[in-house]
């Protein structure tokens, strides 16, 4: 087995045994890298002398007896629109082909604290607005499982690199199933974590009370361990949760699946939901349910609502936080136009792609005067009534578990005609994001010719440590080898 | 609802032209079209929650970003300030 075949739970033992080295890891997935990029196409900025360097640090201090982070010496890519001091920041946009953060996020800080190599930079949909990697300015991911297809978005530069072995670990956003979408049509393991659990600091805004960084990778293990280092406190995000967060890999072999109660919401089970996905999410389901926990039917009748309440609110937000692209403090600048408004209205004509201007458009439009009641109003309205439904549900039920995604990968090109088309494939995830709850996506089988399918695992405000244990038992219990690296 | 395209491009300070009007209009209103699907209930309020303040950091002076840091992206610079077109003759 290569080096960048393996966990980094894996990884790390062998780190610790002095089994290998931090510069023999990176250097295997830097070949991996340059054997397999030129077909996935999942990075926009490779850092590879950044990441050797950090590798050979590590190496020189575990050799003098140091103690370090459990992630130490392992290598993870950053999607592009977490800002990493010194390097090119993009967002896939042209709007900020050149723009070099003179900072880093709290959470790329978190990872160069705990001597994790910086592979490079992850391709994404335009200022995360997609569900397929193709809204990128720069490039079009392929899934590594069919190359073919996408590989789900907007973090699907990070699915992807996880997926071919040309990460250990990543980092993603999500804002209405960004992480855990591409996971699932890649068949790896992605966390929304709780809103407020990790700091947004130098995670460029696309919708700030949705938006959440969280990490992808191979096993539910790696997902925790990068989550224990990445979730905590920072006085610099003003919606960052100051309370205790735990170590969340110590206790996840100690878990015992009887007695947990599983929320199986109908509504998520509907027309809109490929039969096959359904089949297959509810044999894990039963599964579960064989070992010992208790499923119960429960209903969360707004959700039908979730997706036009989604859509505004995030436009809303994005339209807002967008403005600030303006040809003046940063990024791109058009020639064309006289005075300052051409200047602003040309600058954002040129810099900005099709569906980032439909989104900041919609967004405009329905907080317009006129509007705002019928739109905005209506859907922080409904905000709170999917919020209310989920909290009652978990009186009844530890865990709610649905498909991830209501199709598997789809073919690149398909739907890039049709913007609505596209965002159906939200509608198993956009509730969690808008009721600020965790959750996790883990490959749960695979359907036809090998295309992934998600199992998406819900719980409570801060129920990750519940979450990472319930789905590292089902991976024992499933057998399944789906988060193994793609043959490519 | 009928949405006013250019209208809407302009307070987004967007330059969107006549011949790509047609575009946009078809795509947008069938944005609009499905976002339309709300139950009909009462609008929320949009005052802040008062259960649920947001934090404050104390107003402490504490490093942050150098001058020429802040500008370094900028498109163009004079004399340490961000250069715009005339705003006025």
Do not use: W
Request: aromatic share 8%; with cysteine; glycine share 8%.
């Amino acid at each position: 087995m290569n080096l960048y075949e393996m966990s980094a739970a894996m990884l790390a033992r062998k780190l610790r045994n002095k089994e290998c080295s931090s510069q023999e890891i990176t250097q295997s997935v830097l070949g991996r890298i340059q054997a397999v990029e030129g077909q996935v196409g999942a990075y926009i900025t490779l850092t590879p002398e950044q990441a050797l360097e950090t590798a050979k640090q590590v190496d020189k201090r575990l050799a003098a007896g140091e103690k370090l982070a459990p992630l130490a010496g392992i290598p993870i890519g950053i999607k592009d629109n977490i800002c990493t001091k010194d390097v090119v920041t993009t967002c896939a946009s042209k709007m900020l082909h050149n723009f070099v953060p003179p900072y880093s996020a709290y959470v790329v800080r978190q990872v160069e604290r705990a001597g994790m190599p910086i592979l490079g930079k992850l391709n994404m949909d335009e200022f995360a607005m997609g569900s397929s990697c193709e809204n990128s300015h720069y490039k079009k991911t392929k899934n590594p499982r069919d190359l073919t297809r996408v590989p789900g978005g907007s973090s699907g530069g990070s699915a992807a690199a996880v997926t071919a072995g040309e990460a250990i670990l990543a980092l993603g956003s999500d804002t209405g199933g960004s992480i855990r979408q591409p996971a699932a049509y890649c068949g790896t393991v992605g966390l929304k974590p709780t809103y407020g659990s990790v700091s947004r600091y130098g995670l460029v805004a696309f919708a700030s009370s949705l938006d959440q960084i969280g990490p992808l990778g191979r096993t539910v293990e790696d997902v925790a361990m990068l989550y224990s280092l990445i979730s905590g406190y920072d006085p610099k995000d003003a919606t960052s949760v100051n309370r205790t967060y735990t170590d969340f890999v110590a206790g996840l072999n100690d878990f015992q699946v009887n007695g947990l109660k599983i929320g199986i919401p109908k509504e998520y089970f509907g027309d809109g939901v490929d039969q096959e996905i359904k089949e297959k999410v509810l044999a894990a389901i039963k599964l579960l349910e064989k070992n010992g926990a208790e499923v119960k039917e429960i209903s969360l009748p707004s959700t039908d609502y979730a997706l036009s309440a989604y859509y505004i609110i995030a436009c809303a937000e994005a339209s807002s936080n967008l403005a600030r692209f303006d040809g003046v403090k940063y990024g791109y600048r058009s020639g064309k136009g006289e005075g300052l408004t051409e200047m602003y209205e040309y600058t954002r004509r040129e810099g900005f792609g099709d569906e980032v201007k439909r989104r900041i458009m919609l967004g405009t439009f329905v907080l317009s005067s006129g509007y705002i009641d019928a739109y905005y109003k209506k859907a922080k309205a409904t905000q709170a009534i999917i919020a209310d439904e989920f909290r009652a549900a978990f009186e009844q039920v530890d865990l709610i578990m649905t498909p991830t995604a209501p199709d598997t990968a789809f073919r690149i090109g398909e739907r890039s005609a049709d913007p609505l088309k596209m965002y159906l494939s939200d509608i198993c995830t956009v509730t969690v994001n808008i009721a600020g709850l965790p959750a996790l996506s883990v490959p749960c089988g695979e359907i036809g010719r090998g295309l992934p399918v998600g199992l998406q695992m819900i719980a409570p405000h801060f129920g990750e440590d519940l979450l990472f244990k319930a789905a590292h038992y089902y991976e024992k219990i499933s057998g399944l080898r789906l988060a193994d690296v793609a043959a490519l | 609802m009928e949405i006013d395209v250019m209208k809407i491009a302009r307070l987004s300070r967007i330059k969107v032209t006549e011949d790509e009007l047609a575009h946009f209009q078809k795509e947008m209103q069938n944005m609009i079209n499905m976002v339309e699907k709300l139950p009909d209930i009462p609008v929320a309020s949009l005052a802040p929650d008062k259960d649920h303040p947001m934090g404050l950091r104390k107003d402490e002076i504490q490093r942050s970003l150098r001058r020429d840091e802040v500008l370094q992206n900028a498109p163009e610079t004079e004399a340490g300030c961000f250069v715009v077109p005339n705003v006025m003759d």
